[in-house]
Each structure stands twice: as structure tokens, then as C-alpha cells.
């Protein structure tokens, strides 16, 4: 199969979507706060215990105890406390109930993304030109650990948002298992603050969400342990104060939340990316092998130049769905010097020469470098806005952004294993004398991660969203036009990457269908 062939199945998605590229694009200033007021859910999913988990084996593979009769003296004294907690509400207490909500899959989402801006820092080089990478076993010595680049993120996120679904089904299960009736069914008297649902009350799906978002994002951004502990408690507090939850009902979805956050944690541990990061003698071999397969190869063009590129091994970090890399992986790329590669530098080149207003605020809007929370990130923020105004439950919530992170993760992890088989030249290293708009990424060019990130996070959402299918396309392809209008990528990097992404996305969806969910 030829790369043009290959690529022609994408081709329908550009000619659909190029005319509205540039006009159907969201707003270019993108906050990471999602405002929103608290909403009644367009559903309950009252089957939700029964649909099929991501990772865990059993609902009931951790066990939470049965809760105590409503008609108990114990359950009127926890209604009692919380009467009093409310009577007692603060103005700061008031906020706090109406930041979280009666949906935290958004706020815990919020909180990731500005942790992986936070920690999206590269390791600057030492004095004497040399670096040190961050330590995971002293994270507190500069430079900090974690360095949040998108690979780590697109992990990060993929870990908090599976971790958070096959919790809440859990909760689900125990939910409809136990029956205890929602507060204002068994005390109309408790003052609410928030839309009421009739969903049984225990264990608490916010406390579940509370807890296992604590546990992981803990994991993964160890200094931040202290920061996330103030979080989940205020998160658990809003709970009692709104009216929706007595102390027991805390009290097991935090029991609940914990242990599954545990058994993604193993997961997590031994899925390979304490390996991403190679030292010189492998990546000189990851080197050498594409160069005598393909007579190119990348060479870093940072001064001083790092010796290792970026998590050279992130392509055999264990996936999500993907079961074959090597049948999603993108054909050889076009040979430098010849005649598809003279038409991509001569469009890069032209590009330098005439950019525009439009495709320079494009390049730069994507550019998603040091210190934002990635590509992975800026497709969590669209998906989170989808999730209220589509007004979904937590674990509707949970589930779409499982899916989506899923893909993003696997399709992170095949664009790695894509570029570094490949190894292939990036522009300004190829096309003698080229200088883009955009700071060189330190890893190899085909295929491009914005490109195959943005299809696999496009895929998933149109398949969730169905009504969203023709904006999300378009902003996948805008985020795949970014890279070329910077100059950091040809244009054959960015279509194959969409083929791939979307390809990825292929797999996840496939689970999405046959896990229960209506």
C-alpha cells in the first residue's frame, strides 16, 4: 500500500471539514476552569452496576458493609449532625458547595489538567551542559519529579478517569444493592442545596470519586499529596453541607474509592513506563537500528543537546485496548530527497515565508508546550464541557472520560512506538537552512502526537456525542494543521497521524459498545 493510499481514507474528513477549519474553532483563550451550575442529570443510569468494568474483575472486588437501617437510631443521629453542619454553613462553606457540585468527575479533571501544567516543565541542563532527570524516588529534589510531558499526562489522565468509572460502577452496584434512599426521601426536613436525584444515597458517588482521584493523582504527582488531601476533604465536607449525604455514606465511598485506586495503582506500577526513559546505550540502539533500515535517522538539534530524546520506550508501555501496535502503525514515510518529501519541505517552507495572522494564532494556540496541560489536556477540557451540557451523571461523566483518555493514552503510546521505529528527521534538521515558528520537540517527527492524540480524542467524543461528530473533527484537524503551520511538522507526519489516532480509537470504542451502557 502506498502512503498516499493509505491516507486516502482520511481524506473525506478534509474536504468536509476545511472549509469550516478556521470558523467552528473554539474560543482561542481556552481556561481551564469549566463554570458551570450545578444541573439535574439528564439520567440515572439505574442499570449502571451491572455494566462492565474496565480494569477491576468484580464489583464487589472490594467490599464496603451494609449500611445501617434509615429507621435506626444511628442513621437519625448522622441526619441530625448533618442538620447542624448546615445550620452552621459559612460563606466560604457556601462556595465550596457550589464549586464541586453534584458532578467532581469535573473538578477532579480541572485539578489534573492544572497539575500536569504545573509539573509540565522540561529539566533544564546543568552548568556544565549535562542533565539530571527527575527522581520518582526523591521527587522533592530539583529537578522536580514528575516532568508532566504528554505521554506522562495522557497516562496520568487515562489512570485517574479509568480508575474513577470502574469505581462508580462499583458504587452503582452497592447503590441499588443496599437501597438507601436518598436524603431528602428519608428526611425532607435536610435543607439541599444542589439537585436532588433519586439515587440511592450509599456509599456517596462524590466521596468514591474523592478518594480515588486523590489516591492516583497522589501517585503520579507525589508533592502534591498534601494539596490533594486539602481537596478530597473539602470535596467530602461540600457533600454533608449540600444536603445529599450523611457521614456514612462518606465514609464507604471514600473506603471504596481507596481501594480501587489501589489495584489501578498495580497496574500502574507494572505497566512499563519506568522504562520510557532509556539511558544513551538503548536509545543509541533504537538509533542505529532505523538507520539501517531506513538510511535516516534523527539527531537532537537542542544546544546543549540531551542525550537521550523524550521516553524513547513510551511505545511499549502496556496499553488500554490496542492488542497489535504493529497493525496500527503508519507506513514508512516518504524517502528525504524525494519527490512527496520535496513537495512537504517546499509547503514548510512556504508556509515560513507567507505565514498568516490566522495560522500563526493556530500554531501558537496548539503549541500546548512547557507548562500547559498538553494536547491529552486541551481535549479533556472540550470533553469536560460536554459533560455538562449534555448534563451527565458522574458515572456517565466518568465513563465518557475513561473512554476518551483511554484512546489518548494508547494513541500516545503507538505514535511513540511510530516514532521511534521510524526515527525520522524533523524539518529544521532535514530541509537545509528551514526555521519554523515553534520550539523543535525533542523527539523524532513521524507521526506527529497532536495529530494522532486529537483523532483518537475526536473518534471517541463523536461516538459518545454523536451531534458533536463534525465540530470534533474539525478541531482534530486544526490540531494537526497547527504542527505544520509551526514548522514542527510535515504534512505527511500530521495526516498519518490522524489515520492512526483514528485507528486507535477504533479499539477503545469497540469496549465502549459491549460494556452494558445504553
Known amino acids: 500500500m502506498t502512503f498516499n493510499k493509505y491516507i486516502y481514507r482520511f481524506c473525506f474528513l478534509i474536504a468536509a471539514v476545511s472549509v469550516v477549519i478556521f470558523t467552528q474553532s473554539c474560543e482561542k483563550d481556552l481556561p481551564r476552569f469549566v463554570a458551570f451550575e450545578p444541573y439535574t442529570y439528564a439520567g440515572l443510569d439505574d442499570d449502571g452496576g451491572t455494566w462492565k468494568q474496565v480494569h477491576m474483575s468484580s464489583v464487589e472486588q472490594i467490599i464496603i458493609d451494609a449500611p445501617s437501617d434509615p429507621s435506626s437510631d444511628a442513621y437519625k443521629n448522622e441526619i441530625a449532625a448533618a442538620k447542624a453542619s448546615i445550620a452552621s454553613m459559612t460563606a466560604d462553606d457556601e462556595d465550596a458547595v457550589k464549586y464541586w457540585g453534584n458532578n467532581p468527575i469535573i473538578r477532579w479533571n480541572e485539578i489534573a489538567r492544572e497539575l500536569a501544567a504545573k509539573y509540565n516543565l522540561i529539566p533544564p541542563p546543568n552548568a556544565d551542559g549535562t542533565y539530571t532527570l527527575p527522581d520518582p524516588a526523591n521527587p522533592g529534589k530539583f529537578p522536580y519529579f514528575p516532568f508532566a510531558h504528554p505521554p506522562y499526562s495522557s497516562r496520568a489522565y487515562a489512570y485517574m478517569s479509568v480508575a474513577q468509572f470502574d469505581a462508580l460502577i462499583a458504587a452503582w452496584h452497592y447503590k441499588y444493592k443496599f437501597g438507601r434512599p436518598a436524603l431528602h426521601k428519608t428526611d425532607g426536613t435536610v435543607k439541599q442545596s444542589l439537585p436532588t436525584a433519586d439515587l440511592p444515597s450509599y456509599p456517596s458517588d462524590g466521596a468514591v470519586v474523592a478518594a480515588v482521584s486523590r489516591e492516583i493523582l497522589g501517585a503520579l504527582f507525589p508533592l502534591e499529596k498534601e494539596y490533594l488531601k486539602i481537596k478530597s476533604d473539602e470535596a467530602k465536607e461540600a457533600l454533608i453541607l449540600s444536603g445529599l449525604h450523611v457521614q456514612s455514606d462518606i465514609i464507604a465511598g471514600d473506603s471504596l474509592g481507596r481501594g480501587v485506586a489501589k489495584i489501578l495503582l498495580q497496574r500502574a506500577a507494572g505497566d512499563g513506563m519506568k522504562f520510557a526513559q532509556t539511558p544513551k546505550p538503548i536509545s543509541d540502539s533504537i538509533k542505529n537500528a532505523a538507520f539501517v533500515r531506513f538510511g535516516w535517522q534523527w539527531t537532537n538539534q537542542e544546544s546543549p543537546v540531551r542525550p537521550v530524546g523524550l521516553t524513547p520506550l513510551f511505545g511499549k508501555v502496556k496499553t488500554w485496548s490496542v492488542t497489535d501496535l504493529v497493525a496500527v502503525r503508519?507506513?514508512?514515510?516518504?524517502?528525504?530527497?524525494?519527490?512527496?518529501?520535496?513537495?512537504?519541505?517546499?509547503?514548510?517552507?512556504?508556509?515560513?515565508?507567507?505565514?498568516?495572522?490566522?495560522?500563526?494564532?493556530?500554531?501558537?494556540?496548539?503549541?500546548?508546550?512547557?507548562?500547559?496541560?498538553?494536547?491529552?489536556?486541551?481535549?479533556?477540557?472540550?470533553?469536560?464541557?460536554?459533560?455538562?451540557?449534555?448534563?451527565?451523571?458522574?458515572?456517565?461523566?466518568?465513563?465518557?472520560?475513561?473512554?476518551?483518555?483511554?484512546?489518548?493514552?494508547?494513541?500516545?503510546?503507538?505514535?511513540?512506538?511510530?516514532?521511534?521505529?521510524?526515527?525520522?528527521?524533523?524539518?529544521?534538521?532535514?530541509?537545509?537552512?528551514?526555521?519554523?515558528?515553534?520550539?523543535?520537540?525533542?523527539?523524532?517527527s513521524y507521526t506527529s502526537g497532536h495529530s494522532t492524540f486529537s483523532a483518537a480524542a475526536a473518534a471517541v467524543l463523536a461516538y459518545i456525542f454523536p451531534a458533536?461528530?463534525?465540530?470534533?473533527?474539525?478541531?482534530?484537524?486544526?490540531?494537526?494543521?497547527?504542527?505544520?503551520?509551526?514548522?514542527?511538522?510535515?504534512?505527511?507526519?500530521?495526516?498519518?497521524?490522524?489515520?492512526?489516532?483514528?485507528?486507535?480509537?477504533?479499539?477503545?470504542?469497540?469496549?465502549?459498545?459491549?460494556?452494558?451502557?445504553?
Open 330 to 444: 503508519p507506513p514508512v514515510p516518504p524517502a528525504i530527497g524525494s519527490a512527496e518529501f520535496n513537495k512537504a519541505a517546499d509547503e514548510l517552507k512556504n508556509i515560513a515565508d507567507n505565514i498568516t495572522t490566522e495560522q500563526r494564532k493556530i500554531a501558537n494556540w496548539w503549541s500546548d508546550g512547557f507548562n500547559t496541560t498538553t494536547p491529552p489536556g486541551h481535549w479533556n477540557k472540550l470533553a469536560s464541557d460536554y459533560l455538562v451540557k449534555y448534563k451527565l451523571n458522574p458515572l456517565r461523566s466518568a465513563r465518557t472520560l475513561a473512554y476518551m483518555n483511554m484512546a489518548v493514552q494508547d494513541a500516545g503510546i503507538s505514535c511513540w512506538d511510530a516514532k521511534y521505529y521510524y526515527h525520522y528527521p524533523r524539518p529544521i534538521e532535514a530541509i537545509p537552512g528551514f526555521k519554523g515558528i515553534l520550539g523543535t520537540p525533542n523527539f523524532p
Open 468 to 518: 458533536e461528530k463534525s465540530f470534533v473533527d474539525a478541531w482534530a484537524l486544526e490540531a494537526a494543521e497547527s504542527r505544520i503551520y509551526g514548522g514542527i511538522h510535515y504534512r505527511f507526519d500530521s495526516e498519518a497521524g490522524l489515520v492512526q489516532g483514528t485507528q486507535v480509537a477504533e479499539y477503545t470504542i469497540n469496549k465502549a459498545k459491549v460494556d452494558g451502557a445504553k
